[in-house]
């Protein structure tokens, strides 16, 4: 029961924390608010804060640990069958389910990140980690083609790229619309260039010896025919 009590209560506060701090980021502004108004304005201590964000910019994106490591679980359990492409396309949309879930959250959030240099820092660097999650995975996927490497590299940077072009869109649409129809159609982008256009890797075809003789206009076609097949090793 204590333990069912405590797991209940964590995420409340949590929720609390996030909530008092974009209060407060809207009416004063993310530079001129503290840990300690935050804090303050939520009801709890200095150290209940730092247990669940480790800085002041990590209470801006509450939610990115917990996605990255269902990207990480859902990634894990792909299937040897499973097209590597599509199956990280299908990963980028858990990033998206999860911006959709709270829309009034995430407009904010990417209104104020465009305000504030620090926080755009930030956002591009937990993009980055979601590029890595993805990279690593198509690396171990693709780890017997001579291209795996550059190819992962680019196919994870396409991903991260149509996924975020989808959802800059619908937030500064201001979180109208269905999020999730303009990135499955990014995304079908991405599988129809990468998941079927296979043909650029394949082995180059077995191609027959071209022989070239040259000689006079004169000559007779058996002893042209006899020169030919002396190049070829069949006299």
Request: with cysteine.
């Amino acid at each position: 029961m204590g333990t069912a009590s405590t797991n209940s209560t964590k995420p409340a506060m949590r929720d609390s924390l996030v909530a008092a701090a974009f209060q407060l980021f809207l009416e004063r502004g993310y530079e001129q608010t503290t840990v300690d108004d935050i804090v303050t304005l939520a009801g709890v201590g200095r150290r209940s804060f730092f247990r669940y964000f480790p800085s002041k910019e990590d209470v801006v994106f509450p939610d990115h640990e917990q996605c990255l490591a269902d990207m990480t679980r859902f990634l894990a359990a792909s299937a040897d069958s499973d097209d590597p492409v599509v199956r990280v396309c299908d990963a980028a949309r858990l990033v998206m389910r999860m911006y959709a879930e709270n829309p009034t959250f995430s407009v904010q959030r990417y209104r104020l990140t465009r305000e504030v240099t620090g926080l755009r820092t930030y956002e591009l660097s937990v993009v980055w980690r979601y590029e890595k999650t993805l990279g690593d995975y198509l690396r171990t996927r693709w780890a017997d083609r001579k291209d795996g490497t550059l190819r992962a590299n680019v196919v994870a940077a396409a991903v991260v790229a149509a996924h975020n072009h989808a959802l800059r869109h619908w937030l500064r649409s201001g979180g109208k619309g269905d999020p999730r129809a303009e990135v499955d159609g990014a995304l079908e982008f991405v599988r129809a260039t990468w998941a079927t256009g296979q043909a650029a890797a394949a082995p180059a075809e077995e191609t027959e010896d071209i022989v070239v003789v040259i000689t006079k206009r004169s000559t007779p076609m058996w002893r042209v025919v006899r020169e030919v097949e002396s190049s070829l090793g069949e006299d």
